[in-house]
T-cell receptor
Framework: GAVVSQHPSRVICKSGTSVKIECRSL??????MFWYRQFPKQSLMLMAT?????????EQGVEKDKFLINHASLTLSTLTVTSAHPEDSSFYIC????????????FGSGTRLTVV | SQQGEEDPQALSIQEGENATMNCSYK?????LQWYRQNSGRGLVHLIL?????REKHSGRLRVTLDTSKKSSSLLITASRAADTASYFC???????????FGKGTMLLVSP
C-alpha cells in the first residue's frame, strides 16, 4: 500500500532556531499534501494544504511566515518552523493524497518537536 | 477547523466487550473515514464509508453513516487490550478539498 515517510520523528531545538520536517510519498505521486498539528490529547488541526508547484493554502490563524511549506516535487513536501518558540512544541503530522478524489489519504508517522 | 464532536471523549471497557464511538459533523460530505492513533504515533486508516453508503464492515469493525443526522458510529466488537488507542473520525467535504478531524475518543481496553 501507499507509504508516507516523515522525518525526523523527534527533534529538539533551541528557541530562535529553525527546524525542517520532511514528508515523502515513497511509492506514489502526491498531488496534494497536508500538514497537521496535534497538541497532547487533542485532535489534529489542519495547518495548511500544499499542491505541487504552487503556494500552500494556510488555515485561518496559521502564520505562513512562521510555518513555511514547500511542495517542490510530487513526492516531497517540507514544513519549516522558523524562529521556533516553546509554544511551537507539538506533534506535526503530514498526509499525502494521490489523486483529486478524497479517498486515499496516507499519513506520515509524525514529528515530535520540542523547543527548549 | 474541526468538523464536530465525537462521543464519548473517553471510553473504558473490559476485553471481550463491544466499544461504540459516535461522531457528528456539520457540513455536506463526500465520505467519512475512521482512523486509529496509538499514543504519540501516526494515524492508521481503519475504514472509509461513502456518503451514499449506510453501513460497512471490516473484520471486527462496523461503521454506520446517517447523512440525515450528520452522524456516524464505529463499533468494535469483542475488543482486545491491543485496541487501546485514540479513534478519530474524519470527513472529506463534497469538493474533495480537505480531511477534517473530529475530537476523538480515547479507548482503554483492560485485560
Amino acid at each position: 500500500g501507499a507509504v508516507v515517510s516523515q522525518h525526523p520523528s523527534r527533534v529538539i531545538c533551541k528557541s530562535g532556531t529553525s527546524v525542517k520536517i520532511e514528508c515523502r510519498s515513497l511509492d506514489f505521486q502526491a498531488t496534494t499534501m497536508f500538514w497537521y498539528r496535534q497538541f497532547p490529547k487533542q485532535s489534529l488541526m489542519l495547518m495548511a494544504t500544499s499542491n505541487e508547484g504552487s503556494k500552500a493554502t494556510y488555515e485561518q490563524g496559521v502564520e505562513k511566515d512562521k510555518f513555511l511549506i514547500n511542495h517542490a516535487s510530487l513526492t516531497l513536501s517540507t514544513l519549516t518552523v522558523t524562529s521556533a518558540h516553546p509554544e511551537d512544541s507539538s506533534f506535526y503530522i503530514c498526509s499525502a493524497r494521490e489523486g483529486k478524489q478524497g479517498l486515499g489519504y496516507t499519513f506520515g508517522s509524525g514529528t515530535r518537536l520540542t523547543v527548549v | 477547523s474541526q468538523q464536530g464532536e465525537e462521543d464519548p471523549q473517553a471510553l473504558s471497557i473490559q476485553e471481550g466487550e463491544n466499544a461504540t464511538m459516535n461522531c457528528s459533523y456539520k457540513t455536506s460530505i463526500n465520505n467519512l473515514q475512521w482512523y486509529r492513533q496509538n499514543s504519540g504515533r501516526g494515524l492508521v486508516h481503519l475504514i472509509l464509508i461513502r456518503s451514499n453508503e449506510r453501513e460497512k464492515h471490516s473484520g471486527r469493525l462496523r461503521v454506520t453513516l446517517d447523512t440525515s443526522k450528520k452522524s456516524s458510529s464505529l463499533l468494535i466488537t469483542a475488543s482486545r487490550a491491543a485496541d487501546t488507542a485514540s479513534y478519530f473520525c474524519a470527513t472529506v467535504d463534497s469538493g474533495y478539498s480537505t480531511l477534517t478531524f473530529g475530537k476523538g475518543t480515547m479507548l482503554l481496553v483492560s485485560p
